[in-house]
């Protein structure tokens, strides 16, 4: 397994548009846009608890990538 890589991303849907998700986060969720740090693909994936960090392994390319709060502007 590779390293983890902390990825930059742009919020795309805050709360998020899947519904579970929503339900389980109590409307915390969001679709967070990013790209692939292997191939520059555009990935979208749904982070349930932005308060926190996400880390997990990317299915495009097998890269395990970490998702960093952002301060609220």
Request: with cysteine; hydrophobic share 40%.
């Amino acid at each position: 397994m590779s390293k983890a890589l902390v990825i930059d991303y742009e919020v795309l849907f805050h709360p998020s548009k899947r519904h579970k998700a929503n339900a389980l986060s109590q409307f915390a969720a969001r679709d967070i846009l990013y790209e692939c740090p292997n191939c520059n693909e555009e990935r979208v994936v749904t982070w349930m608890f932005p308060d926190v960090s996400f880390e997990f392994v990317d299915k495009c390319c097998g890269v395990k990538v970490v998702l960093l709060p952002k301060e609220e502007e």
